[in-house]
């Protein structure tokens, strides 16, 4: 038997005899009504019929999956990419907005905070043996006794004051005459980036405002000017070595140094990739109203 569905079609036999005259539209695919007709006065407990009977339903679910589906796939990536472009458009927007808002940095008075720069030192001279060098010049010098006293004359041994100098082994063994070379920074010369103290310098500037007091008998003698501490700070981050390299007063200095040695850890300073000793000078300024 064959079987069209068209708008107002008729359902024939293969030999011409018609069965039943439909009136469906194509547009009732999801209707029950056409398997209503098709079973009419026939068993509906077959299970031909409960199979047509639920195709509506399960059409009509596929194709809300499959429309759910396309609309997901793209929408979604849409979304994101739409999103992503607003966020780096306010990013944008914030950080120009940031850039105007910028200005120096209002100090609280007490404090002067200056440039924080690396200590520096002359580079050690090394001499390559073997080199060609003029000798120094030898003088022989006679030795004389020397006469001290009061009560008559007391003849003393003269003592060359070369037997008790130390000779510089350590660059050149082979060279006596060589003066003794004198402690060293442990900072690097020059860094690509500073130790940084954590919060920025207002923090800093706020942390010696808490942390440095101005000491009664100062203010009673006034006594104001300016000082300046300096410290390393190591590959840990941790203040060693401070002292105060420009003094005002003896009570000024004890708490500066006081302050020092309970500083927090900073950021430390690097060289290249390599994290690096670097010395910190910070000039203070200490004022009366």
């Avoid at 200005?103 to 043996?129: M, Y």
């Avoid at 060098?133 to 030898?138: G, K, L, R, T």
């Avoid at 060279?175 to 690509?192: F, H, K």
């Amino acid at each position: 038997m064959a079987v069209l569905l068209q708008d107002n079609y008729t359902l024939r036999s293969p030999h011409g005899h018609c069965f039943i005259r439909l009136n469906v539209k194509s547009s009732d695919l999801f209707s029950k009504n056409w398997c209503e007709l098709i079973f009419q006065d026939r068993n509906k407990d077959y299970g031909a019929y409960r199979l047509r009977a639920g195709a509506g339903r399960r059409y009509r679910l596929a194709l809300t999956v499959i429309v759910a589906g396309l609309m997901l796939g793209v929408g979604i990536p849409a979304g994101l990419s739409l999103y992503a472009r607003y966020r780096l458009l306010q990013g944008l927007e914030n950080a120009q907005a940031d850039l105007k808002k910028l200005q120096q940095l209002n100090e609280r008075q007490g404090f002067e905070i200056k440039r924080i720069s690396a200590g520096r030192r002359a580079p050690a001279v090394s001499t390559i043996k073997g080199a060609t060098e003029q000798p120094p010049e030898i003088i022989e010098v006679t030795k004389e006794d020397i006469i001290i006293g009061v009560n008559g004359p007391e003849t003393f041994t003269a003592v060359d004051v070369h037997d008790f100098e130390d000779a510089d082994t350590l660059h050149n063994p082979d060279r006596t005459d060589l003066p003794v070379e004198g402690p060293q920074l442990a900072a690097v010369q020059v860094v690509e980036e500073m130790p940084q103290f954590p919060g920025g310098i207002k923090t800093l500037m706020q942390w010696l405002d808490e942390n440095v007091p101005y000491p009664r008998s100062c203010i009673d003698q006034k006594v104001k000017g300016d000082m300046e501490v300096s410290f390393l700070v190591d590959e840990k981050g941790y203040v060693r070595e401070p002292e105060i390299t420009k003094k005002l007063h003896p009570e000024l200095d004890n708490v500066v140094m006081s302050a020092m040695r309970r500083m927090p850890r900073w950021q430390p300073g690097k060289k290249g990739s390599h994290i690096a000793i670097v010395r910190v000078s910070i000039p203070l300024h200490f004022e009366i109203n």
